[in-house]
């Protein structure tokens, strides 16, 4: 939930927000005509359902993520850009193949077998053997309770937060095993903790390579029994045994780019991507198919931006981020990321009630007025403006290099976010009205962010950047994830 931000002793931001516009109804006019397209026009429910009829899931370096690349290619030439690429890259494709979970005291012989779903990058062989050591909700300080006893044998966590302190952080489940490996054990049992037997995949690896022990997720009825039997039996030992495919691919982001008047350039982007399990209709079909409609309404309405503005897919999400890291190298190597100007990132976004700005406070003042115009096309637009951080999502390397970042800000029902990276994230969870709302509004945001004449938040050198990310209390999880670059730690 995103709270709302006033402001009001902001003098100084406020009157910079007011610059960046001509005047208090610059937009509202164009907002008008974007919200009148989407409500009659919008195929984003529609290509999004073909899509999850006729490919399905869309694995990186998979068939089905090749055809799911050709699919927004041949959608972007539809609807008239003629400057429409595919950016190719190298990745390490993880592929599941069979993977086993038993359960025994040690020395008998009754063994039970849990349902169990491999996480990437777990080894492609791995037959391990050991005690569970339950480490609750796998932060440092839990590890560190256990490290006599965690060494050699088999940490069990929550995916999580289960009775957690108040104002207490989650880690993400690759830093959670990044923990486990150093800490000496030998694989990682992930104890989901939604209701229903629900199976959650994803990568267990900081790094998007191959991590040195297997990683597995189980339900969160699995989980309670294997803690209830640990009562009874105190030395109960888990089997891990997996088989999985490793191997250099090619993937493709795919980016079609609306000419603005200037170099400057808006990247509006959402990973295309989705995991094996079920078709990624959430994760991020509602994203990516967003995008692909939002430049489908700029194109039919014939808006000439200030700015240009880049609709980009990017592939290799979920296995590390490597499509969006892929587009940042390009833009390094060429010269051309000081013309970014800001980065929207769209990773599930639905229902679209207003925007946050990535810890960049000097956009709050510049996010609330562009609301106030969007609120007099539509009242019913709460115009929530909120300023975190976080990581894990295609906006991290450009927030890397400095550049503002933001996210526009949505609902997603409970039943959504239970089949985050489950086997239950189908169509049927996918409501059009709020996909709906999720395009017009992202494309209003969108709109301002190419067309104002100013923006209130500027690319931060290096330092400024590290005194961000300390700020937003990312820097023990990106040094976990290898991806801190300053050397003060």
């Known amino acids: 939930m995103y709270r709302q931000v006033l402001s009001a002793s902001s003098v100084s931001l406020l009157l910079v927000a007011l610059l960046a516009f001509r005047g208090d109804n610059e937009f509202v006019s164009s907002f008008q005509k974007i919200n009148e397209d989407v409500l009659k026009n919008s195929r984003a429910y529609e290509t999004l359902g073909n899509a999850v009829s006729t490919i399905g ?29 595919f950016q190719p890259f190298e990745v390490e494709s993880w592929m599941r193949d069979t993977v086993t979970l038993e359960v025994v005291p040690n020395k008998s012989d009754n063994f039970r077998s849990v349902p169990v779903v491999a996480l990437a990058h777990s080894p492609v062989q791995a037959r391990v053997n050991g005690a569970i050591v339950d480490v609750g909700n796998g932060l440092e300080e839990d590890f560190e309770a256990v490290k006599e006893q965690i060494k050699g044998n088999i940490a069990m966590a929550n995916i999580s937060l289960v009775n957690g302190k108040p104002g207490q952080k989650n880690l993400h489940r690759s830093e959670k095993t990044a923990l486990a490996i150093q800490y000496g054990a030998t694989a990682i049992i992930t104890v989901n903790q939604v209701p229903g037997n629900v199976l959650l995949t994803g990568t267990a690896s900081v790094t998007g390579s191959l991590i040195s022990i297997p990683a597995v997720n189980i339900s969160k009825e699995s989980g309670e029994e294997i803690r209830n039997w640990i ?56 994203g990516s198919f967003t995008i692909m409609d939002i430049a489908r309404a ?32 390009e833009l390094v190597k060429n010269k051309q990321i000081d013309k970014v100007k800001f980065m929207m990132n769209l990773d599930m976004t639905n229902n679209v009630q207003g925007m946050n700005v990535g810890g960049r406070d000097e956009l709050i003042p510049f996010f609330q007025a562009v609301g106030e115009q969007i609120k007099k096309v539509d009242g019913n637009f709460a115009n929530l403006v909120g300023s975190r951080a976080a990581l894990h999502s295609d906006h991290q390397p450009f927030m890397l290099e400095g550049i503002p970042t933001g996210a526009p800000a949505g609902r997603l029902a409970p039943n959504v976010f239970g089949c985050y990276h489950a086997d239950c994230d189908n169509f049927n969870l996918v409501n059009r009205e709020e996909m709906t709302n999720g395009v017009r509004f992202s494309a209003m945001l969108l709109y301002a962010l190419a067309n104002a004449d100013a923006l209130p938040a500027k690319k931060l050198d290096s330092n400024k950047t590290r005194d961000l990310l300390v700020a937003q209390g990312l820097k023990k999880e990106l040094i976990l994830g290898k991806d801190w670059k300053w050397n003060d730690n």
């Open 231 to 286: 009562k009874v039996d105190t030395d109960l030992h888990a089997i891990v045994d997996m088989r999985n495919v490793s191997k250099k691919i090619k993937a493709r982001n795919v980016i079609a780019t609306l000419p603005g008047k200037t170099d400057e350039r808006i990247i509006i982007g959402g990973h295309l991507d989705s995991w094996d399990l079920a078709t990624g209709a959430t994760d991020n079909g509602l």
């Open 298 to 329: 700029f194109k039919a309405l014939k808006l000439k931006p200030k700015r240009t503005i880049d609709f980009v897919l990017f592939m290799g999400e979920e296995q590390g981020l490597l499509g969006s890291r892929q587009v940042v190298k």
């Open 57 to 85: 899931h869309r694995l990186t370096g998979s068939i089905n993520g090749a055809k799911a690349e050709q699919y927004a290619f041949n959608l972007f030439k539809k609807y008239g850009y003629t400057d429409v690429k």
